[in-house]
């Protein structure tokens, strides 16, 4: 397994998610973890090219635009270790609204305060 891309993983999903992640991979599923290990993780994400906080922002708006909202409350999650902020989440949101349509961003914008909301009584 890619050692960088498990790294960069942990360090925006946390350890717990991962450690999930993994106890759960299973014969189907085993080159797919090394797929997204390797090149999301270990290639998209660790590249220094742009900081935590803005492609936590850009993951955030590519899967509200192209419908991906089941990925959205772990990336909201996320944001605590990638330095993203409620504002940053709206705006990157208002994106949504203008380039890829209002019903987008709008359910984006129900999940993030779904899970902004969990995660404040988790705390």
């Given at each position: 397994?890619?050692?960088?891309?498990?790294?960069?993983?942990?360090?925006?999903?946390?350890?717990?998610?991962?450690?999930?992640?993994?106890?759960?991979?299973?014969?189907?599923?085993?080159?797919?973890?090394t797929?997204?290990?390797?090149?999301?993780?270990?290639?998209?994400?660790?590249?220094?090219?742009?900081?935590?906080?803005?492609?936590?922002?850009?993951?955030?708006?590519?899967?509200?635009?192209t419908?991906?909202?089941?990925e959205?409350?772990?990336?909201?999650?996320?944001?605590?270790?990638?330095?993203?902020?409620?504002?940053?989440?709206?705006?990157?949101?208002?994106?949504?609204?203008?380039?890829?349509?209002?019903?987008?961003?709008?359910?984006?914008?129900?999940?993030?305060?779904q899970?902004?909301?969990?995660?404040c009584?988790?705390?």
């Amino acid at each position: 397994m890619d050692k960088a891309g498990t790294a960069i993983r942990r360090a925006v999903l946390g350890g717990a998610h991962v450690d999930k992640a993994a106890a759960n991979t299973t014969t189907l599923d085993a080159a797919f973890q090394t797929l997204i290990t390797t090149g999301a993780w270990g290639q998209v994400w660790s590249s220094p090219a742009i900081a935590a906080r803005e492609r936590s922002m850009l993951t955030l708006a590519l899967l509200a635009a192209t419908g991906n909202f089941e990925e959205i409350p772990m990336h909201i999650r996320a944001t605590r270790r990638t330095g993203a902020t409620e504002a940053d989440i709206a705006e990157a949101f208002q994106h949504v609204a203008i380039y890829a349509g209002v019903p987008r961003a709008n359910h984006a914008l129900k999940l993030a305060k779904q899970t902004l909301a969990e995660m404040c009584a988790d705390d």
